[in-house]
């Protein structure tokens, strides 16, 4: 787990004990943005233009948050443009770490052996949980953002200037309901399972509980109608809830008491996470032995054995029936 405080490290990540036992997530605080001119985005400071081999890319192969931004490298085939690196996927007494293990790397931009040095070496007084992904610019020897949200738009149009993909899965015309469906999937489902998860009352989990089995009832009577999130194209929605149900039957059902059904059992949701894991590139993105090792070796006050179930069997490959839209 990880905090910094004023730049000293603190062996927490969350607290509950304001919020009735309720999980809270905070807002990240790096929010700049690469545009293709260097123009100030919606947030921060102008100066990050969109270059081939200025950026680096930091993520954890296990946070469906950095899954994001790792699916929309892939989708725009930005692995030549935008660099990166993987902590490992057990965080524990230094939070993130940089070692080599299961398939991550080190850090080989600035050198650290923990994320939360990167932090510091930018802010030294910094305050904040420390996350990925996290977006570096080499040039200018600094973070630009840290928001998931916020970087996959710019993998989805900043760069396209040095990729031949220009699918846009953020187009204007459907703007509008993108953003209304993310703010549901995002509240009720991507960060419905930490509530449950992280709830430290009874009273905290069963509302958190109850909140997102309704929203996944809900997608999966929207998903009876419709072939995606928004109509017939594949969006950022999409894949903003994929990188949640990826996890769920593996991690969330028994991890974080999310037990009421798996998404194996939703007949429209099951067939759609597979048909969009069975898009090209996506399976190399998820890596399930970083996710079930980082969930339940890393949370010990959840999981205090650390014992990594060897379970359960799933065949995302399995055919899938969302062709009758």
């Given amino acids: 787990m990880g905090l910094l405080v004023k730049g000293e490290w603190r062996d927490e990540w969350y607290d509950t004990s304001k919020s009735g036992g309720e999980f809270i997530r905070n807002d990240a605080q790096f929010r700049n943005w690469v545009t293709p001119d260097g123009s100030a985005g919606p947030s921060g400071r102008g100066g990050f233009v969109a270059e081939a081999g200025r950026y680096h890319l930091y993520v954890s192969l296990a946070c469906p948050w950095a899954h994001r931004t790792l699916i929309f490298r892939r989708l725009k085939r930005l692995e030549e443009v935008v660099s990166v690196s993987i902590v490992d996927p057990h965080m524990v007494q230094h939070g993130w770490a940089f070692t080599?293990?299961?398939e991550s790397t080190v850090d080989e931009v600035n050198g650290h052996q923990y994320l939360y040095q990167l932090y510091c070496q930018?802010?030294?007084?910094?305050?904040?949980?420390?996350?990925?992904?996290l977006l570096w610019d080499k040039q200018q020897r600094t973070i630009v953002n840290n928001e998931s949200s916020e970087i996959i738009r710019m993998f989805n149009s900043a760069f396209n200037a040095y990729t031949g993909v220009k699918e846009d899965y953020y187009p204007e015309a459907l703007r509008e309901e993108i953003d209304e469906i993310n703010t549901f999937i995002y509240d009720d489902?991507?960060?419905?399972?930490?509530r449950c998860g992280?709830?430290?009352?009874q009273a905290a989990y069963e509302k958190g509980f109850d909140r997102l089995f309704r929203a996944l009832d809900e997608v999966e009577r929207r998903l009876g109608q419709q072939r995606y999130l928004v109509g017939s194209k594949i969006t950022e929605a999409d894949w903003r809830l994929f990188t949640t149900l990826i996890r769920f039957d593996a991690v969330y059902v028994g991890h974080f008491k999310c037990n009421r059904q798996r998404i194996a059992d939703y007949p429209n949701l099951s067939h759609y996470l597979r048909e969009l894991y069975q898009q090209r590139g996506i399976a190399e993105t998820v890596n399930m032995v970083h996710i079930k090792q980082h969930y339940y070796y890393s949370h010990d006050t959840i999981n205090p054995t650390r014992i990594v179930p060897k379970g359960p069997l799933q065949d995302f490959n399995a055919p899938h029936d969302r062709d009758r839209f």
């Fill in 198 to 201: 992280f709830a430290t009352t």
């Fill in 122 to 133: 930018v802010s030294r007084d910094y305050s904040g949980r420390v996350t990925v992904p």
């Fill in 100 to 102: 080599g293990n299961f």
């Fill in 189 to 194: 489902i991507n960060n419905g399972v930490y």
